[in-house]
């Protein structure tokens, strides 16, 4: 009987074992599906992290978006030369005018000097004269006078000579500031040099790219396959924009505008002729079958871009395929898209009426150099623009 709680006690403590050992399983096995979870996690970062660098390297490959990329680096560095042409100019003339003030104020103390030297001298030869006795005379009536005439020679003296350590600072001061005007100058013109040369290299970049696209098949047909994925998500974007809510008083003046009404009657976006007409045409290099869902017009760098009839902008940035680009709302699901721009004069939400100015013909986007790229939409659904525009006069056919 005296044994049996040490029994009692033996399997106690064997049941406690078998807990605490349960107990150390259980937290294991927490420990490791928290573990798994950690990891799936990990695995789930690197496979969106890796489709987000594929993505990455195919835009990279893009050529459209190596276009984009190198003109709005091109757009950035010309900007920045503007800027540093502008500072060069308006230094240059500090510079010069800094030049003048020195040139003067060294002539005026070289006056000053010049009149100091010769009073001394003159009054060196007044003592050397022996005159002075009849100055100081005491049986000269004159003498009070002669003093006061002392005084104002020895006061006159003493206040050119004033003068002329007042211009010596001056000229000292001057030539400090030219000399740091002087090394600006310096500076900027190596930098506008620097940034030109920038410029310069990023063109040939351009140009080389856009060379590659003419000569090679296998580029042109990249490039033209690009410009159809570009067509299809601007037709994407319109109908982003069409169904975004607007006021009651947007659409009361959008759906007053009537632009159904007006084909065959719409002003000209630019003056010039015709350079691709809309539908499919054959690229004469490759012999690849093209759709065209615009019309491109002859345009000069910088000219008058204009709105062809009464809206709202709704887009005015970059677009890839198009470059800058200007979507203009006309209401009842009737846009007009003006492409290419090397400017943009109007922003979003701008109400613009026939003949405004908009932009500015350019380049931008372009693989057949300045030209302005126009559409007309219909529910995001392209149309023939010229059977909306006046009737072609001579030269635009």
């Keep these: 009987m005296k044994s049996l709680p040490a029994v009692f006690a ?40 890796k489709k987000k660098q594929t993505e990455k390297k195919n835009k990279e490959k893009s050529i459209m978006s190596q276009l984009e990329r190198m003109e709005k680096q091109l757009e950035t560095l010309c900007r920045e030369e503007a800027v540093y042409e502008k500072n060069l100019v308006s230094t240059a003339k500090a510079l010069a005018k800094a030049s003048l003030e020195l040139q003067e104020t060294r002539s005026r103390l070289m006056t000053l000097n010049e009149n100091l ?31 006061r005439l002392i005084k104002a020679v020895i006061h006159e003296d003493a206040d050119l000579k004033k003068k002329t350590e007042v211009k010596e600072q001056m000229l000292e001061e001057k030539e400090t500031r030219f000399k740091k005007q002087e090394a600006r100058y310096l500076s900027l013109k190596k930098l506008t040099a620097d940034k030109q040369s ?7 970049e351009k140009n080389k790219l856009l060379a590659q696209v003419r000569t090679e098949k296998e580029s042109c047909e990249q490039a033209i396959d690009e410009l159809r994925e570009a067509s299809t998500q601007l037709g994407i974007v319109i109908s982003r924009l069409e169904a975004q809510k607007k006021t009651e008083e947007e659409e009361r003046k959008l759906s007053e ?18 350079l691709k007409k809309f539908g499919w045409y054959r690229n004469q290099n490759w012999n690849i079958d093209v759709l065209q869902e615009g019309i491109e017009i002859e345009a000069q760098i910088g000219q008058q871009v204009r709105a062809v009839a009464e ?11 198009y470059g800058k680009m200007v979507i203009i709302d006309h209401g009842n699901t009737f846009q ?15 109400r613009v009426m026939p003949g405004d100015i908009i932009g500015r013909a350019g ?35």
């Design 257 to 274: 505008l009537d632009f159904a009404e007006k084909q065959g009657r719409l002003i000209w976006p630019v003056e010039g002729k015709i």
């Design 336 to 350: 007009t898209i003006y492409g290419h721009l090397s400017e943009i004069d109007v922003r979003v939400k701008q």
């Design 10 to 49: 033996f399997i106690f403590f064997l049941a406690f074992m078998s807990s605490a050992e349960t107990k150390k399983n259980a937290d294991a096995g927490d420990s490791i599906t928290e573990r798994k979870k950690t990891l799936e996690q990990l695995k789930q970062k690197l496979a969106e992290e």
């Design 198 to 204: 920038q410029v310069e290299k990023k063109l040939d």
């Design 117 to 147: 030297d010769l009073r001394l001298n003159r009054f060196h030869r007044f003592l050397r004269l022996n005159q002075m006795r009849t100055v100081w005379s005491d049986n000269s009536v004159r003498y009070p006078v002669r003093i």
């Design 311 to 321: 809206g709202i902008v709704v887009h005015a940035d970059w677009v890839t395929g």
């Design 363 to 397: 380049d931008t986007g372009s693989l057949e150099g300045v030209l302005l790229h126009f559409e007309i939409r219909k529910a995001s659904k392209p149309i023939d623009p010229q059977k909306w525009l006046k009737s072609a006069r001579s030269g635009r056919n």
